[in-house]
């Protein structure tokens, strides 16, 4: 979910006569609470929080009305009800967002064959093959927010540009409802006002390590020496935000996403009850996922975590990542906080499971960076001292504690 709140809207009102920006990123705005909202029309225009009412639970979406009060999802749901004490919490309704993200997608592939989903409520198009019977990619916008909310009663937001990064922070920019295109010749003087925050790969850290260089903005970051850049932030950090800062993005629009999966699941011998516990079987098989992508030569787009509880309910969650990967840690990362989305005190877990899926191969990732690199060369360390002298030899030092041998025995242990 996205923080942005609609106070820093920025909208393409007028037609655009423009036929470079033909990537556009289509973002379903506050995605999960508008179809709640759906079925309670009584609660628009309120602050709204999807969740478990439980100051142990994690806010799953929020309305523009409670962003406005610093509420954001993945927020401990104490924390938001302290930011936002007159917010309405409503259940999450998983089944009902999976019914509509589909309904979404079939919009997107009647504009064009070329759509890259990322995620439940956001995807890529290419709509460069479209424009002779559509129009300029400012009609194509229009008539996608149109058929969406034709569809399904949702409203959506679209930026379009000649690259993919410039085009999805458009669409951030034109939250809620809107549309903002951005000709390729207007692509530097659109970015370099910009905070640096907005160039993906910059979290809270590199933000500080940037700030104290005096470097605020993205022009800012645009105009100073490459070596500077490379000293702060490493030869790849520096490099490939220098090419962002610019407009530089030499990915495409990626349509050959692979339904095929890599994952590994585990029952239990006996019910696991503490976040703990199951955070480190999710790193063992969050480990045994990655070694198999390694070898595959492939990459993850997505990470899917299946719960199956003592009662024998099964609940599965996934989130498409930025970048594909191959390294445990990022997807033991990530699982944990779909986990954690999940648990709830007292819940018996009799199966957990985690997969990576929509993959691509690994020389076709196509990054423009790698946050990972440190990561994989260090498990793909392991990798090669397991080839030689056997597997174990080397694991995290969190599975030191607790190995299988120590453990009770599992009922099975599966790929699956």
Known sequence: MSKQDGRNRLVSDR??????????????DAFFASVELLDRPDLRGLPVIVGHDSDRSVVTAATYEARRYGVNSAMPM???KRRCPNAIIVEPHFEKYTAKSAAVMRVFGSFTP?????????????????????G??????????????????????VGAASTKFVAKLASSRAKPDGLLVVPAEHTVAFLHPQPVSALWGVGGTTQEKLERRGIRTVGDLAHTPLPSLVAALGPAGGQRLHDLSWGRDPRVVDTGVSEKSIGH?????HDLTERDDVARELLRLADKVAVRLRRADVQARTVALKVRYTDFSTLTRSRTLAEPTDVAKRLHHEAVELYDVLHRPGNRIRLIGV?????????????LWD?????????????????????GVLRPASLVRGTPEQRPPHARQDPA
């Open 114 to 134: 070329r759509v890259e989903k990322l995620g439940i409520d956001e995807a890529f198009l290419d709509v460069a093959g479209a424009l002779r019977l559509s």
């Open 78 to 80: 104490a924390v938001a």
């Open 371 to 391: 946050d990972d690199a440190p990561w994989r060369d260090t498990e793909t360390t392991v990798d090669a001292v397991a080839a030689r002298f056997g597997a």
């Open 136 to 157: 300029t990619p400012w009609e194509i916008g229009r008539a996608i927010r149109a058929a969406v909310l034709a569809e399904t009663g949702l409203h959506c937001s």
């Open 265 to 269: 699941e585990t029952t239990f011998g």
């Open 15 to 28: 037609p655009v006569d423009d036929l470079t920006a033909t990537v556009l990123h289509v973002d379903m």
């Open 355 to 367: 997969r990576g899926e929509n993959l691509v191969p690994a020389a076709a990732s196509n990054a």
